[in-house]
């Protein structure tokens, strides 16, 4: 990315950083997320540990590796990968947001490297990158995905998660979810999701291969679970090709 670009898009910034204030209250405005943390993390773990074969056991995994999570939000990703053991560095766009993570981590006693900015606020290369949710809310996709891929160290793994534009997005993240007041008004713009086709060319186009496509599904009944369906939701594992 050349000196001074951002991929960040200042309206999707100011958004977020409204929402900072109960970010960690799991019936606030980022109730979903909480939901839908779990299920997130148990995809991290499972891809972690089959790329580079590690004990599921292992309570400290990421001992001696470096993570970054982009788009942390207020640390609900950042947390969970510095308890596994990670040297962790999380960034996001909106300052508020990542005060919220700098109170929240210290009242945990975990040492997280909390940036503001964008993925070129990263330095060096990282055996981990995240960004869970927000491929959709950058200004420049293509330039965001090559800027993740550009962070990772060799044998490293690029995790990503995203909705998928379909009908049942639609009908769920917006006609339901923002319409219900259970999602935040105005946090989705249907026109700017990826499908998975899309996004693994992306992928591709920036020097990485895709190591799996795995769907984030949701019922009444099941709440958020992994799976084959990839129409409401999905996860993408990726290193360089």
């Known amino acids: 990315m050349a000196p001074g670009q951002t991929t960040i898009d200042p309206r999707e910034a100011a958004h977020f ?17 909480h939901r839908l943390n779990p299920v997130r993390l148990e995809y991290i773990r499972e891809q972690i540990d089959h790329r580079w074969q590690l004990d599921e056991h292992d309570l400290k ?3 001696g590796r470096r ?34 993570a700098r109170r929240h981590a210290a009242g945990q006693g975990l040492e997280i490297d909390y940036r503001v900015g964008g993925v070129e606020a990263l330095d060096g290369r990282y ?6 949710e927000v491929v959709e809310h950058v200004a420049d996709v293509r330039a965001f995905v090559q800027a993740l891929a550009d962070a990772l160290a060799e044998g490293g793994l690029l995790i990503l998660s995203t909705p998928n534009r379909t009908w049942w997005s639609r009908l769920v993240m917006i006609g339901i979810g923002e319409g219900t007041g259970a999602i935040p008004r105005g ?11 899309e996004l693994c ?10 190591l799996d496509v795995t769907g984030l599904g949701w019922s009444p009944a099941r709440g958020f679970a992994l799976g084959d369906d990839t129409s409401l939701d999905y996860l993408v594992t990726a290193r360089r090709a």
């Open 61 to 63: 995994p990421l001992r």
């Open 187 to 197: 946090t989705h713009d249907w026109n700017r999701f990826l499908t998975p086709d």
């Open 67 to 100: 993570a970054a999570d982009v788009g942390c939000g207020a640390g609900l990703l950042a947390e969970p990968l510095a308890r596994l053991g990670a040297a962790v560095t999380a960034v996001d766009a909106a300052g508020e947001t990542i005060a919220a």
């Open 127 to 132: 055996d981990l990158v995240a960004s869970l």
């Open 17 to 33: 950083g409204r929402l900072a204030a109960d970010w960690w209250d799991p019936d606030g405005s980022s109730a979903m997320l």
């Open 201 to 210: 060319a992306l992928l591709g186009d920036a020097g990485l291969e895709a």
